[in-house]
């Protein structure tokens, strides 16, 4: 009797579950000219009953679903039948899917039952080879992820990354080599302390996992639509708010207070807007931490508005930004100066960011016109004094570089039919400049001017990129894209090009090539020399960095969600600014600031190697990943000497995995178990000169054998637990993350213990614990 009465409870509580009914809404558009598709059946089941309904004239569609994973089918005539699956409703993020079709001029007089799905296929209908797509849910889910794209992307073949950094190695390159893009407009790049403790990336994402959007990741031969970049490309994009209702969340964790909300301006309407503030928990907690960890402040702001307009097009205005604040003060004790940084004080602050307003609007049913207004920046003020044993403070570093951009971009994407599909597009920036640079050599000599200058200066960017299907197996794109830079009149052209060979529905082939080039930061063409009294700026004549990229790819689509995939690449670095005579060349180039001779562009290098990927994606609950990259990496520096790059670790080995539970009598929570485990050569580091180190009391390096010894490889695990509850008014969620669980080592290089006289290696153990919880009403 207890059992039947236990088992009528049970029944009766999942009955009331499955009546609470959540929304999941969405739009489907053409996958090439963006323009609303209506009449495509979208339907999912659900205990065999099958839920159903067909996009109106504005390609939307709603369904009303219980709590649970699903997934939804998208059949329309004339195109590739469709699934996403394991959709989660209610999704933690966001109960709105978009979804693109593309064309199929072989589906002409039924609907073929095979569906592809979209979950490693880059949104960018133009890609062929070196990208892939990642979800808002991957960043949040993956263990190691930590709400961050760019440690999420550490999880792909061809990428390394650190634990006290967020900056990524792409098959050998430096992080400075990374595009960040987002809503089609390049930034910097978005991260807190941004430049300071890597170029090209930071400690924490300046990006909030509640507005951003799927979006692409590309780790080489990238089309012409991105330029300015030789190692890689991070294409963003920030969702549409919610246009049925307003909702709002709020989150407390170990990162950050994040406040966050979305809907429409006014019921029933079609305008939207979308925010999230975060304010650091560390600054919060400044007044009761110990007085020697300093002070690390951060706050963070994203939003998005969306206006649609009646002849089909859109105004969108968005802005992704941060501001950060840290300092430390010296130890006045002088008994505890172990190290070199134990007598420094140091001041930090730093402003960042991007905004954009644009309109899209259609062309002919044929394709879309996009016109952006952007202002982008980026402001680090740095000051830093030691103090001698007499206690008085002697300045060592003072710096000022404010760098902000005006820019213009406008693009035609176009489908002249089946068959050809372009995209054409200019860019103008108008770069402006505010640097003086200063920094003494040793503690007591006079500050030394290694870049000033203010002004601003002219960036222009062109390309054109066409997309051929030209049969049911094959297929191509073809473009061109070249930039000027008016501060060194220099000017380059780069073809790009890409085939792949359809073998059958599971097997495919491809190789794509590309010519790419990059800048350096504004502050290195600022060095100013003294010649026969007047001031001089050799570093002016520089030319851009270029590289070929060279990737053969094989894909074996093994089932639905299961599939193998393999590049072989080749780079071919040249034009590469180096001192000449010198071991040093910009491809090494992570966090220095600071270079004391002009450059010129006779360096080069070479990284080549094999990426391969095995992975099931999300199925019932369950997925897994390995990943594999073994490379080599070489430069060669104004001395002629070929050396191992900085970054050429050899080898990164990832195990990710997790599966997911529905638990409680309701089924109304669900549990999330996540691991990953990371196994990378380490950098390479300059021997140490050890008599003359232990003479001058400071580490002397040996540059004759630059970068000729390796750091010990890294074992990093991470892992992540998500607990989740689906209450029919409100979801909460909890969530523990830990990045580097086992406590590896960081190598930063030597350093010398003043008081034992011995050279030891300068390491740090940085465990990065996340506890937060959110929610959502």
């Keep these: 009797m207890k059992k039947i009465l236990l088992l009528l409870l049970f029944s009766i509580a999942n009955i009331q579950a499955q009546n609470v ?41 709603t369904l009303k679903l219980p709590m649970g994973r699903y997934n939804i089918q998208f059949q329309m005539l004339g ?144 089309t012409s639509d991105y330029g300015n970049a030789m190692a890689g490309v991070f294409d963003l994009s920030l969702r549409t708010g919610n246009t049925e209702k307003r909702s709002y969340q709020a989150q407390l964790g170990v ?128 000051t830093s004094s030691e103090l001698d044993k007499n206690m008085m ?75 051929f299907q030209l049969s049911q197996k094959w297929s191509m794109n073809v473009g061109v894209y070249g930039q000027y830079f008016e501060g060194t009149q220099s000017i380059s052209i780069e073809p790009r090009a890409a085939i792949k060979y359809q073998l059958n529905p599971w097997h495919s082939l491809s190789f794509s090539y590309g010519l790419h080039s990059q800048m350096e930061a504004m502050h290195y063409y600022l060095l100013p020399q003294n010649e026969g009294g007047e001031q001089t700026y050799p570093n002016q004549n ?74 099931q994606f999300l199925k019932k609950g369950f997925y897994y990943t390995f990943t594999s990259s073994i490379f080599d990496s070489k430069y060669t520096g104004g001395d002629g000497v070929e050396r191992n790059s900085q970054f050429n670790k050899n080898y990164v080995f990832n195990v990710l995995g997790g599966k997911e539970w529905t638990v409680g009598r309701e089924r109304n929570k669900t549990l999330s178990v996540n691991g990953k485990f990371t196994f990378m050569g380490g950098d390479r580091r300059h021997p140490v000169k050890e008599q003359e180190t232990i003479d001058s009391g400071e580490i002397v390096y040996d540059y004759d054998n630059a970068y000729s010894q390796q750091y010990p490889s890294s074992k990093i695990l991470s892992v992540s637990l998500l607990y989740k509850i689906m209450k029919p008014k409100y979801t909460s969620q909890w969530t523990l993350q830990i990045i580097n669980a086992l406590g590896a080592p960081e190598y930063y290089g030597y350093q010398y213990n003043q008081k034992t006289q011995s050279i030891s290696d300068d390491t740090d153990v940085l465990i990065l614990p996340n506890i937060a919880y959110k929610v959502m009403f």
């Design 21 to 61: 009914k959540h929304i999941l809404s969405g739009k489907v558009v053409d996958k090439d000219t963006q323009l609303p598709l209506p009449g495509v059946l979208v339907f999912t089941q659900f205990n065999e009953t099958t839920v159903s309904m067909t996009t109106d004239v504005e390609g939307q569609f």
């Design 79 to 222: 195109y590739q039948s469709f699934i996403q699956e394991e959709v989660a409703v209610p999704s933690t993020y966001s109960n709105t899917l978009n979804i693109s079709l593309q064309e199929d001029e072989t589906v002409l007089n039924e609907v073929e039952v095979v569906y592809k799905s979209s979950k490693d296929e880059p949104q960018n209908t133009m890609a062929i080879a070196s990208g892939r797509q990642f979800t808002v849910e991957e960043s949040s889910r993956y263990a190691g992820g930590f709400d961050d794209p760019a440690r999420l992307a550490t999880a792909f073949a061809g990428v390394a990354g650190s634990t006290g950094s967020n900056g990524m190695v792409i098959r050998g390159n430096a992080p400075k080599g990374v595009l960040w893009q987002v809503e089609d407009l390049p930034i910097p790049d978005p991260n807190h302390l941004s430049n300071i403790v890597a170029f090209g990336g930071g400690s924490v994402t300046a990006l909030s996992t509640y507005v951003m959007d799927n979006s692409d990741f590309y780790t080489g031969a990238f």
């Design 255 to 382: 990162n950050g207070i994040d406040f966050g909300a979305e809907g429409p301006f006014k019921k029933g309407g079609d305008a939207t807007y979308l925010f999230n503030y975060r304010y650091s928990t560390f600054a919060l907690l400044a007044p009761i931490l110990p007085e020697e960890m300093g002070f690390l402040g951060y706050q963070d702001l994203s939003f998005k508005i969306n206006i649609p307009t009646k002849n089909g097009g859109e105004w969108n205005i968005w802005a992704v930004g941060g501001a950060d604040r840290q300092y430390r003060d010296a130890s006045m004790d002088s008994t505890e100066w172990t190290f070199d940084d134990a007598n420094q004080s140091f001041s930090t602050s730093i402003l960042f960011g991007g905004s954009g307003v644009s309109y899209q609007v259609p062309i002919n049913k044929k394709g879309y016109w996009k016109n952006i207004v952007g202002f982008t920046g980026n402001a680090t003020y740095w």
């Design 393 to 467: 403070s002697n300045p060592i570093d003072d710096f000022k570089n404010v760098q902000y951009d005006f820019s213009y971009k406008s693009y035609i994407h176009y489908k002249f039919g089946p068959k050809h599909t372009n995209r054409t597009g200019i860019t103008i920036t108008q770069k402006h400049f505010d640097i003086n640079m200063q920094q003494a050599e040793e503690m007591g000599d006079p500050m030394e001017t290694f870049a000033v200058g203010n002004g601003q200066s002219m960036f222009l960017q062109a390309y054109t990129q066409s997309k």
């Design 542 to 615: 520089l030319d851009f960095s270029k590289a070929h990229h060279y990737v053969l790819g094989y894909n074996w689509n093994i089932k639905n969600n299961l599939r193998f995939k393999s590049e072989l690449f080749y780079q071919d670095l040249y034009n590469i600014p180096v001192v000449e005579g010198s071991y040093f060349s910009m491809l090494n180039l992570s966090h220095q600031w600071y270079v004391d001779a002009p450059l010129v562009n006779n360096g080069t290098g070479r990284n080549v190697g094999l990426d391969l990927t095995f992975e």
